[in-house]
């Protein structure tokens, strides 16, 4: 039963953007979804406008801005819906109505398509946006720490590992902004290192060590839901590892940094594979749903092998045998993307009140997302074919991700297929 006074706070039924305000992750989720389309559809203008011989005209080189939006233009606002969420059942404690979260979250997601807007003119106005941004992160992290510390539970590792990733993806915006404003390539490219291997992977490989045996042993009875504090150490170690490894080679010039390296992508392309199998991603395939967060997971084995391919070559004094930015594109699409959706998808369904299920267009849709992944892995590959495969992949994703970034603002416009509330 839903108090009387809880029941006048509610927007009335039907589609409306008061429900929002109901619970954090129709808040931040919707705004994802938003920042999703958006960059998406810049992107894809961007190259057809380069297939078509006429190139949208920019202030700053085109793949800096690529890079930075498809990483952060809508991933930590699905985070931060997370956090919100399952972060407070996590530590224990209540969690945050959305009404407070509203003007940071509403901050945050216009840094994307203002710097979008603003590339066309001047690098600096992308610089002020990013700015802007790390500015509403930084009051939305202080207001999960505020959670972090009323707790009083005796395991907060990973509420508190992932506000410390958090802590370097702002980090990571300051230097961007750093980088377009001075138009420096050298403050791009670590503001890019920062963002993907200090924030969001680091972010990722925790919240799978928490959840996926979770999830997986809750299905799959006949496996327990294995989770050592070794491991998480073990799978981070590799992502810092691989991140900062470049950094030691610019200061002691030489091949001992790439054997290093090699090692580590080696190591830990075998330490995911072994994982996915010990977290049973053989027996998920029963499950749509749970399937569909394992062969996320699984593409993070399958980058950094393909990392160690690039390195192995290039050891081998043979370069153009590599895979160029295959390895990249297996990361952020194939293991950001994979995982987000399922991860979306999973809690978009348990709060709005429907089953636990992937029907038939979601499954439809990640495997388009799947293609789209391997298309652009296949550009890097066959360059001959790249001037329409690169194409080919973006139009993929779009086919993938718009429907599926709509299907969840419809739900999130709306109460509750149940009646509950939340």
Do not use: K
């Not at 073990?234 to 610019?250: C, N």
């Not at 979306?344 to 267009?361: C, K, N």
């Amino acid at each position: 039963m839903i108090p009387l006074r809880a029941q006048a706070d509610r927007p009335a039924a039907g589609a409306s953007l008061r429900w929002l305000l109901v619970a954090p992750h129709r808040l931040f989720f919707f705004l994802a979804m938003l920042g999703l389309a958006v960059v998406s559809l810049w992107w894809l203008a961007q190259l057809a406008g380069r297939a078509l011989g006429a190139p949208l005209p920019l202030a700053v080189p085109p793949s800096w801005l690529h890079g930075w939006t498809m990483a952060n233009g809508f991933l930590p606002l699905f985070m931060f819906g997370f956090l919100f969420t399952a972060g407070p059942r996590w530590l224990n404690v209540e969690g945050p109505p959305a009404r407070p979260l509203a003007a940071a979250g509403v901050i945050a997601a216009a840094g994307v398509p203002l710097a979008l807007a603003g590339a066309h003119f001047d690098g600096r106005l992308v610089a002020a946006s990013a700015l802007l941004t790390a500015g509403a992160w930084t009051v939305l992290l202080a207001r999960f720490l505020r959670l972090v510390r009323a707790s009083r539970m005796a395991d907060r590792v990973h509420a508190r590992l992932v506000l410390l990733f958090f802590a370097f993806g702002t980090l990571a915006h300051l230097a961007f902004a750093a980088g377009m404003a001075q138009l420096s390539a050298t403050w791009i490219h670590s503001a890019e290192m920062l963002s993907v291997w200090l924030f969001i992977a680091p972010v990722y490989v925790t919240v799978a060590h928490r959840l996926i045996p979770f999830f997986t042993a809750s299905v799959v009875p006949v496996l327990d839901a294995w989770r050592p504090l070794w491991l998480l150490t073990a799978m981070l170690g590799v992502v810092f590892a691989h991140g900062l490894l470049p950094v030691g080679s610019v200061f002691a010039p030489g091949a001992a940094f790439g054997w290093l390296r090699l090692a580590v992508d080696l190591a830990g392309a075998a330490l995911v594979f072994f994982v996915a199998w010990r977290w049973g991603v053989v027996q998920s395939l029963r499950n749509r749903l749970l399937a569909m967060l394992h062969l996320g997971f699984f593409w993070l084995g399958i980058a950094l092998a393909l990392y160690a391919w690039n390195q192995a070559v290039t050891l081998a004094g043979v370069p153009s045998a590599g895979l160029g930015l295959a390895p990249l594109h297996a990361l952020t699409m194939g293991f950001f993307g994979g995982v987000a959706f399922a991860m979306v998808t999973r809690v978009t369904a348990g709060h709005s009140g429907r089953q636990l299920v992937a029907d038939r267009i979601t499954w439809t849709l990640f495997w388009t997302l799947q293609a789209a992944v391997l298309v652009r892995l296949l550009s890097e590959a066959w360059l001959a074919q790249a001037r329409w495969l690169t194409p080919l992949a973006i139009l993929l994703w779009c086919a993938a991700m718009l429907p599926w970034a709509a299907r969840g603002a419809r739900i999130y416009l709306r109460p509750r297929a149940d009646g509950r509330p939340g």
